[in-house]
Every structure is written in structure tokens, then in C-alpha cells.
Nanobody
């Protein structure tokens, strides 16, 4: 059973930074691509960043490219998302998922961690 637990969200001012973490269990973590998605208030879930399993190739949505960085530590079964230069439009629930550049089924997503960007 895929189990993903996100942490690291919070309230931050515009221009600030946060690091989100996601600890995975229940599957061979290093063999799977992982990604982050977010759901902004009143919007649908959107994919934002992905990283391949072993070759560490990354991809980003245009809305976050250059500001967010995805990484992983296969020894710790953990995927990270570094959020820099945050904007109010980045306010959202952020989800870790076992998927590459698509929205995963809910069974392959965590419960999410809230990021609020506000002055």
C-alpha cells in the first residue's frame, strides 16, 4: 500500500522560502518517479514538479520553474520540494504523489501540507 506523508508547510511572507518533505513507504521508493501537485483555492489540482527514480531527471510546470526545486533521497525514502521566492498565488495545499508528470489517483497521493503566502 502506498503511504505518503507530507510536512513542512506553513505561513510565509511573499518572497520567502519553505522546504516541503514527503516520506514514502509501502513500495520500492527508488524505482518510482515522484512528484508534487498543488490545489489552489477554487482551482483544480495541478502538477508542478517531478523527479525520476534513479536518474534524477526533473521537470517543472512553467508556473514554478526557476523558483521551486524538487529533489529526493532514496536512502531516506523522501522527496523534497524547495520553494523559493514565494508569491501569494502559490498559496495552496501541496501534495506528494507517486507519479511523474500526471495527477496520480488519490490512493497514490498524500494528505497534503498547506502553504499560505501572505503579507
Amino acid at each position: 500500500e502506498v503511504h505518503l506523508v507530507e510536512s513542512g508547510g506553513g505561513v510565509v511572507k511573499p518572497g520567502g522560502s519553505l522546504t516541503l518533505s514527503c516520506v514514502a513507504s509501502g513500495f520500492a521508493f527508488s524505482e518510482y518517479a515522484m512528484s508534487w501537485a498543488r490545489q489552489r483555492p477554487g482551482k483544480e489540482l495541478e502538477w508542478i514538479a517531478a523527479i525520476a527514480g534513479t536518474i534524477r531527471v526533473t521537470e517543472y510546470a512553467a508556473s514554478v520553474k526557476g523558483r521551486f526545486t524538487i529533489s529526493r533521497d532514496n536512502d531516506k525514502n523522501t522527496v523534497y520540494l524547495q520553494l523559493n521566492n514565494l508569491e501569494t498565488e502559490d498559496t495552496a495545499m501541496y501534495y506528494c504523489q507517486r507519479a511523474y508528470t500526471a495527477i496520480a489517483p488519490s490512493a497514490w497521493r498524500g494528505q497534503g501540507t498547506q502553504v499560505t503566502v501572505s503579507s
